[in-house]
Structures are given as C-alpha cells and as structure tokens.
T-cell receptor
Framework: NAGVTQTPKFRVLKTGQSMTLLCAQD?????MYWYRQDPGMGLRLIHY???????AKGEVPDGYNVSRLKKQNFLLGLESAAPSQTSVYFC?????????????FGEGSRLTVL | AQSVTQLGSHVSVSEGALVLLRCNYS??????LFWYVQYPNQGLQLLLK??????LVKGINGFEAEFKKSETSFHLTKPSAHMSDAAEYFC??????????FGTGTRLLVSP
C-alpha cells in the first residue's frame, strides 16, 4: 500500500522556469492538500481540494496553481518560479467522514529555485 | 481565526528524562487539536488527537497530551525519553474541511 506518493522528490529550477509537482494517493480519499514547510514557520497550506474537480486557496496561494482532474491525483504548478518558493512541499490527503483532522502525508518534495 | 503557538523551537532532554513540549491554542469554539511528529527526511505522521471525547489523550510511542480549557493548552508529554524520540513535533488545530493550521514546530533532541 503506497499511501501518498509525491514526484519528483528533488528539483532545482532557475528563476522564471515552470514545473509541476504530482501527488498521488491510493486510499480513495476525498480531501487533498498541498503544504509548504520552511524553517521556523511550520507548515503552511497553499491550496486544497475537497473532491474531484474542486480546488480552493489556502493561506499562501500566490504564485501557485493546482488541479484535481482525477480523485487520486492533485497537481501543484509553479508558472514562474521565484527564489522565495524554495521550500519543501508536502502533499496530504484525508477522509471526508469525521472532521477529525487526520492527514496522511507524502515524504515531501524539496524544491530549490536559483 | 484558530491558531496554535508552540513555545520553544528546540527542547533538549537526556535519555530517560521527562519530555514536555508546549502548545497553546487560540480558538473561539471547542477545537480539534493534534500533535504530529516528523522524523528526518519524512512526512508528518499523527501522534494523537483531541476531539472532545476525553481531556487526556494517549497516542503512539508512549506519548500523551492533556487538553486544559482553562489554560488553553494542549501540552505533549512522555515520562521517559528514548533516543528514537528525536524528531520535530508539530501541534495543529483543525479549521474545518480537515484544514490544519500548524504551529512552528519544536525539535526534540535526546542525548545519551
């Protein structure tokens, strides 16, 4: 059982380049999220989705776009990367039943923007 | 808006000593509160959660936390630290739709 899988795990970009991070979950979860983790700032929510075809903004959405065309996949895109987007990105998913906050996380994608 | 504050970015203990990691919450309604743990180069995993069923919550690996409304606290404790407990710990509160707001994290260092 793979759980939540993120690709790629590492990426180096130049300022202005674009890229897409892919998150796939095999637990049939309705909710999916993208967080970024920066030293001393904890995890901050970028975008989330409450079901296939839906997306919503989180706390720090600027500079990112997302799509949820299939229930099992949640894509995070950077159209024009900036050094401020250097971070570790985590995808997570959760059940719709019981609003209990148990999220299942991927292992992270480390992005460096030069 | 709901939020959590973790006191202390680093906590150092000796193996066998008590572990105490502090978390205070700010919420206008009864909150759902959580502790997550992150081991090096891994994602976060749930340690324990408070959903109003009981104020003392037991989690995995011998950790527990007590919800104290009068102090707006949800501190994480473990009676005896083990080397394998060295990790970063995050307190979090649920904003709804399972959207979690995380604290800034506390790195636990355990020395032999």
């Amino acid at each position: 059982n793979a759980g939540v899988t993120q690709t790629p795990k590492f990426r180096v970009l130049k300022t202005g380049q674009s890229m897409t991070l892919l998150c796939a979950q095999d637990m049939n979860h309705e909710y999916m999220y993208w967080y970024r983790q920066d030293p001393g700032m904890g995890l901050r929510l970028i975008h989330y989705s409450v079901g296939e075809g839906t997306t919503a903004k989180g706390e720090v959405p600027d500079g990112y776009n997302v799509s949820r065309l299939k229930k099992q996949n949640f894509l995070l895109g950077l159209e024009s990367a900036a050094p401020s987007q250097t971070s570790v990105y985590f995808c997570a998913s959760s059940y719709i039943e019981e609003d209990t906050g148990e999220l299942f996380f991927g292992e992270g994608s480390r992005l460096t923007v030069l | 808006a709901q939020s959590v504050t973790q006191l202390g970015s680093h906590v150092s203990v000796s193996e066998g000593a008590l572990v105490l990691l502090r978390c205070n919450y700010s919420s206008s309604v009864p909150p759902y509160l959580f502790w997550y743990v992150q081991y090096p180069n891994q994602g976060l995993q749930l340690l324990l959660k408070y959903t109003s069923a009981a104020t003392l919550v037991k989690g995995i690996n011998g950790f527990e936390a007590e919800f104290k409304k009068s102090e707006t606290s949800f501190h994480l404790t473990k009676p005896s630290a083990h080397m394998s407990d060295a990790a970063e710990y995050f307190c979090a509160v649920n904003q709804g739709f399972q959207k979690l707001v995380f604290g800034t994290g506390t790195r636990l260092l355990v020395s032999p």
